[in-house]
């Protein structure tokens, strides 16, 4: 192992062991992915599954999330269903990561026209309210899982186009850069040698922030009926069907799967503090 690698590793049991809030989130994190990997194979029952005598029962031993309206029972719903939003978050968020790290990159790098021309396109986007963007490209491309990872890539983009950009405006004339030119390296050397391994850790840093966002633009478009489609089991679409049985008082119904929604968008806020500590420990408190 590597002195570097070694010091990262140091700094992170650091980090995380010195604030209680960090064990938390990373604990939320451990738990969510875990969820994620093994809900499928653990949940008691299918999260298909209908029963339908047994319909909008409360919280019990059998269900302990209750039932919803078809009888299926909630737990294992909102259990395997987190693999689903988890993988539509993290597509997104890597998907628009890469794409405008390098964008961002590019343009910062070389500026003049077509830094222009893109920086005017990300103004554009970043006008429209971000989720009705995503409403109308998922509207436009249908509502698929795929396209739900797409639309919501495309609102984080500018975010990432932006940040890169920033990053390498600031460092394309530090002497190392110069030292790189001198000794021949081409741009696209510079680039992806010398460049954007320096902006990694802003980036990182962004994308742990954005995953609570992707979490609740996938489940807020399912909600509308833009998402997911139904029987699927996903958060969005449990809170919309569960939401027309609170006024009756089956409040199990809204409750569990609006919870899961919370405590994954708090586990990765939470997280992004975490890693910007990490990677730049000129910020640790």
Do not use: K
Request: with cysteine; net charge positive.
């Amino acid at each position: 192992m590597s002195v570097a690698v070694r010091e990262r590793l140091r700094v992170a049991h650091y980090v995380v062991s010195g604030n209680p809030v960090n064990v938390i989130a990373f604990g939320l994190f451990a738990f969510l992915v875990l969820c994620a990997i093994a809900g499928p194979a653990i949940a008691p029952y299918s999260p298909l599954a209908t029963d339908t005598p047994i319909a909008l029962q409360p919280p019990s031993a059998a269900h302990w999330f209750g039932t919803d309206q078809l009888g299926r029972d909630i737990f294992s719903r909102v259990l395997v269903a987190t693999r689903l939003d988890l993988l539509i978050a993290f597509g997104a968020v890597a998907l628009s990561c890469v794409l405008g790290s390098v964008i961002g990159a590019v343009i910062g790098y070389f500026g003049g026209w077509l830094d222009a021309t893109v920086s005017r396109v990300v103004d554009v986007l970043m006008a429209f309210p971000l989720f009705v963007l995503a409403m109308a490209v998922v509207a436009a491309l249908g509502n698929t899982v795929a396209n739900v990872v797409y639309a919501t890539a495309v609102i984080n983009l500018p975010f990432y186009i932006r940040l890169a950009r920033a990053e390498i405006n600031v460092r394309r004339s530090l002497g190392y850069v110069e030292a790189a030119r001198v000794g021949g390296s081409g741009h696209f050397r510079i680039l992806l040698v010398f460049l954007m391994p320096n902006i990694f850790s802003p980036l990182i840093v962004q994308a742990s922030v954005n995953l609570g966002w992707a979490v609740l633009n996938a489940a807020g478009l399912s909600f509308l009926g833009l998402g997911v489609r139904a029987p699927t089991a996903e958060w969005g679409i449990m809170v919309a069907e569960g939401a027309q049985f609170m006024a009756s008082g089956q409040w199990w119904t809204v409750v569990f799967p609006a919870c899961a929604l919370m405590i994954t968008v708090f586990s990765f806020n939470l997280l992004g503090d975490v890693v910007r500590d990490i990677l730049d420990p000129r910020l640790r408190t």
